[in-house]
């Protein structure tokens, strides 16, 4: 039987997820749409991001970073919800921890409510339709600035 070893790997670069120590960074994702949570949860996963928690909608958002804080090094927050929107989610948890750190996720022709995200705090943001290498790349440049 083969071991692992005897396989060339074919991305030979670390995993995006892990922190210099070799832990995975924790990520919570909020979006009322099951599709991009699950979306949003596979590109994470296949970069060793851990997956800390969902929510969904601007409420719950805010009672799971309170129950989770600490521990949470980045939220991906959609900014039209029900109960509770994601800039009004975004105020509240900026509120409590001026230090999270928040991407805000918009559909197309939102600019208005994207610019009020940043400049309430929000670390930057992503255009729906996802794509892989935006979500990454922008969540990446957050962690590590």
């Given at each position: 039987m083969k071991a692992k070893s005897d396989f060339p790997s074919l991305n030979p670069k670390e995993p995006d997820g892990l922190k210099s120590d070799g832990t995975p960074y924790k990520v919570m994702i909020?979006?009322?749409s099951m599709f991009v949570k699950k979306q949003l949860i596979q590109i994470f996963q296949s970069e060793q991001y851990e997956v800390l928690d969902t929510a969904?909608?601007?409420e719950e958002a805010v009672e799971k970073y309170k129950e989770h804080h600490p521990n949470i090094d980045i939220v991906t927050m959609d900014i039209t919800m029900p109960k509770m929107d994601g800039i009004t989610a975004l105020e509240k948890i900026i509120e409590f921890d001026k230090n999270a750190k928040v991407i805000m996720?918009?559909?197309l022709g939102k600019q208005e409510l994207v610019k009020k995200s940043?400049?309430?705090g929000a670390k930057n943001y992503i255009?729906?339709?996802l794509d892989r290498k935006k979500v990454l790349e922008r969540s990446l440049n957050v962690l590590t600035r």
């Amino acid at each position: 039987m083969k071991a692992k070893s005897d396989f060339p790997s074919l991305n030979p670069k670390e995993p995006d997820g892990l922190k210099s120590d070799g832990t995975p960074y924790k990520v919570m994702i909020v979006d009322d749409s099951m599709f991009v949570k699950k979306q949003l949860i596979q590109i994470f996963q296949s970069e060793q991001y851990e997956v800390l928690d969902t929510a969904g909608d601007g409420e719950e958002a805010v009672e799971k970073y309170k129950e989770h804080h600490p521990n949470i090094d980045i939220v991906t927050m959609d900014i039209t919800m029900p109960k509770m929107d994601g800039i009004t989610a975004l105020e509240k948890i900026i509120e409590f921890d001026k230090n999270a750190k928040v991407i805000m996720i918009s559909a197309l022709g939102k600019q208005e409510l994207v610019k009020k995200s940043l400049l309430l705090g929000a670390k930057n943001y992503i255009v729906k339709p996802l794509d892989r290498k935006k979500v990454l790349e922008r969540s990446l440049n957050v962690l590590t600035r």
